[in-house]
């Protein structure tokens, strides 16, 4: 495998607050190749958008107790002063948000928009900046770019401020590309638009990507690895074939039985997982899952497991025995599917 | 003083008899104006634009399209929170389309909503028991002492702690407000409930206990609903029947398998394909068929089957000139296609052949 772009290193990130210390995230470690698509997999509050945008440095360092490594290209991003990371924050590594409603100013034309990104970093005319908005427009499929550029976000749906959001976000060709939720609150026609917009993009400028989501649906078709996080620590990592054909998290199971399949004929019962997420300031002890697993056993209420690799670099957090774990799978996870 | 008739025998589903709802030729259009004292109306947006549908006692009907298709005005205009344009909306075969005052508020007993987003469609001010004690105190069927009781009997039917009955929205995640929300519409026991996209807004595991808590629900108070969403695979799962909207109209409607065994509208079709599949050897194996474009705009709507323009199979110049009508193909199956699909022939990209 080629030289990781962007390599985490056990990142902790701890906001004090008058209730207590809320782990956010607490001991996330992954790699991400040129050219390769990581999915991030969790629940609302599994810590899987603060570890991003603590990558972006967009966390409050005065707020925040951050502690690991975040090495992009073997530099550390999280020693770096505030000017050199806007450098590399934008041109380099590149965010689309969840929200395309919002994440546009509505004031202002799209064309200047994705322009004032460029002209942030390269030191060209408005003129110069917004011809080459009108390209990046172009690129992204939209219709007519440039009378489309001389619009106004309200004038755009859902789908193209998306897309417009994409423009934006690899108008200054960056090597990683980071899609928090991107499709969430599009259509699904739409959001299968995107994914493969998404998709091509990443080969023609030749970046990495991480799509963050909530769905597993959506990251089958489009990831190389996955990882799922639970309670701000990843449960299982590994590739997709691993996640999907031979999951090892009791999580992960619950994640998979929870979707509404369309290829699935029979119209038995959803499976839930029982519970809600654990406060993050009040973390269960032992495995933070246990009190919603099913497979709970005495060892996981006091220990903390540790993501211990299987083959090759597919990894899972938890107490359960190799063969343990490949049964319960097969008999009961994918028998149900 | 209730118009309604209670007595009468439960038809199985599927069974015909009176429908619970029945709506003939439903338009609801919203004027476009311009000036500030004297208002003309230079246009309308045409939400819904002629729909029939009927929905039969203890059924889910699943109504499924993309944004600015009509169907959150639909489920508005049968709610009755607008006034229909045109058309006909009957609720146990009596005519409610122009309902008011006592008869209206005695309606609203019977058909209630579930929103699609549980942070806005609560009141923060309020507390949860307030909030689900609402419909008690407006429509007085309980009286005053016994409230907070009948609240606490809810909560616990949707899984919330009653003793949580003091507390404020805020304190609640996503998955709980939805089912303060769920509380709330089942306080009056309607008979209809109208889900407006219930769970898009919630994590795909708070999803399922939400779907599961619907269909207990279902079971055990006879309930009817009619259930909006975007996802396909949502609708899919919980719905007996399937409506497809595209601007404002219905174009297929069938039962919940056969649509998706064998849809019949190329739009249907499309839809179909874009769901993810959780699998990625089925999805690497499913065909795509990308729709190009936008919706366009309901203002001004395309002239014959409003699909054309996008639609992969159009002919000209049958489709951009005569509208088709929802025609039958199998049991219970209609589409509104002058070349619709043929059978099977999607089975290779709707489902794993």
Known sequence: MAEPLLEVKDLKVHFPTEDGLVKAVDGVSFAVSPGETLGVVGESGSGKSVTFLTVLGLINRKSAKVSGQVLFRGQDLLKLPVDELRNVRGSKISMIFQDPMTSLHPYYKVGNQIGEAIRAHQRVSKKEAFSQAVEMLRRVGIPRPQERASQYPHEFSGGMRQRAMIAMALSLNPDLLIADEPTTALDVTVQAQILDLIDRLKQEFDAAVVIITHDLGVVAEHCDDIMVMYAGKPAEYGDRRDIYYAAHHPYTWGLLQSIARLDQEQQERLQPIKGLPPSLIFVPPGCPFHPRCPYVMDVCKVEVPQLLPANGHHASACHLTLEEKDRIFKEEVMARR | MSVQVTERVEPAPGAKGTPLIKLTGVKKYFPITRGIIIQHKIGQVHAVDGVDLEVYKGQTVGLVGETGCGKSTLARVIMRLYPATEGQIQFEGQDITHAKGRDLRDLRRNMQMIFQDPYASLNPRKTVGSIIGEPFRLHKTVEGGKIKSEVQQLMELVGLNPEHYNRFPHEFSGGQRQRIGVARAL?????????????????????????????????????????????LSVVRHVS??????????????????????????????????????????IAAQKKRIILEGDVPSPIDPPSGCRFHPRCPRAQFPTCKEIEPPLEPFHEGQFAACHFPLEDRALAGTALPA
């Open chain 2, 187 to 231: 306080a009056l026991r309607p008979k209809l409930i109208v889900c407006d996209e219930p769970v898009s807004a919630l994590d795909v595991s708070i999803q399922a206990q939400i779907l599961n808590l619907l269909e207990d629900l279902q079971e055990e108070f006879g309930l009817t609903y009619l259930f909006i969403a975007h996802d």
């Open chain 2, 240 to 281: 007996d029947q399937v409506a497809v909207m595209y601007l404002g109209k219905i174009v297929e409607i069938a039962p919940g398998a056969s649509l998706y065994r064998n849809p019949k509208h190329p739009y249907t079709g499309a839809l179909l394909s874009a769901v993810p599949i959780p699998d990625p050897d």
